[in-house]
């Protein structure tokens, strides 16, 4: 059984990295649609989008989306995540993106704290020297401007509180089914959006009507990778690989925006990517030992 968990952590690894890409793309789509639409509104049609893509699996793997054992923590994994959702495009509205994501970045740092009075994992000096050393990073390759202290500041900070919440829970909710965790999840915050549609809507153009869909399917993909990772490895083993939604944020702005990496990027994500290849190389070398010893 020893020799199993570094794999399980592994494979849990692997498919965390995989959700923050999702998670990045999703921040890039939803900062543009954000400028245009109200935040309600985001929320409510890119549940819609989700929601269609989550149907046929729900028909196809016959699960029951009714099994509400500890409903008090899935109510708060609803609330926490759509407080997230919510904060982070209404910081977005107000705040450059690189500011935002500086306050979410700090997730892992609040994942990391979490993880021991909510969950009881142990967490090695290591993870948290590693957690620390890539916001490092983070800050060097955002530098963040005066904006950062704006009044939608206490937002983006909440938003990070909540995200960093909702993991914890979800990885408190591991023995439950990933498929009503992520349903529920679209379902709730999709009625706190459409609560909003009286007070602002504006009617989108088939394009981006097209666009919020998407983001509602590339933040479906990247909550199911999220969910079944926390399933399979503990929440301050995973914490520290969310700074990778930064490389991928200096390549998609490479590629799409050609926006030419500056000095203080590639420092930062060198940073970012060291504290990363340390910590699995401290997890592989304590699976080697566990193994030997069993």
């Given at each position: ?165 909702s993991v914890a829970v979800t990885r408190r909710l591991r023995r439950t089914h990933w498929l009503p965790l992520v349903l529920w999840q ?109």
């Amino acid at each position: 059984m020893t020799s199993m968990r570094p794999a399980a952590h592994g494979l849990g690894i692997v498919l965390f990295l995989t959700g923050i890409f999702f998670f990045a793309l999703n921040d890039a789509l939803g900062k543009w649609l954000a400028m245009d639409y109200a935040v309600g509104q985001l929320l409510l049609l890119r549940s819609v989008g989700a929601c269609i893509v989550l149907l046929p699996m729900i028909w196809r793997l016959r699960i029951n989306l009714f099994d509400f054992g500890q409903w008090h923590l899935q109510a708060l994994r609803i609330l926490a995540m759509a407080g997230d959702t919510f904060s982070f495009y209404y910081a977005t509205r107000t705040m450059p993106l690189a500011d935002v994501m500086t306050f979410y970045m700090a997730a892992p740092l609040i994942i990391t704290a979490l993880s021991v009075p909510l969950l009881g994992e142990r967490v090695e000096p290591f993870r948290w020297a590693a957690v620390l050393a890539g916001f490092v990073g983070v800050v060097i390759a955002l530098q963040p401007s005066a904006a950062i202290f704006t009044s939608s500041s206490p937002i983006a900070l909440f938003g990070a509180v909540m995200f960093g919440f909702s993991v914890a829970v979800t990885r408190r909710l591991r023995r439950t089914h990933w498929l009503p965790l992520v349903l529920w999840q679209f379902v709730g915050a999709g009625i706190i959006g459409a609560a909003t549609i009286p007070f602002a809507w504006v009617t989108p153009n088939p394009t981006d009507l097209g666009l919020m869909f998407l983001v509602g399917v590339v933040a479906m993909l990247c909550f199911v990778c999220i969910t079944r990772a926390l399933a399979l490895a503990p929440a301050a083993v995973l914490a520290p690989f969310q700074y990778s939604a930064m490389l991928w944020a200096t390549i998609m702005g490479w590629m799409v925006w050609r926006d030419v990496p500056t000095p203080p990027i590639i420092i930062g994500n060198a940073i970012i990517i060291a504290s990363g290849l340390f910590i699995l190389y401290r997890d592989r070398s304590a699976g080697a030992v566990a193994v030997a010893e069993a």
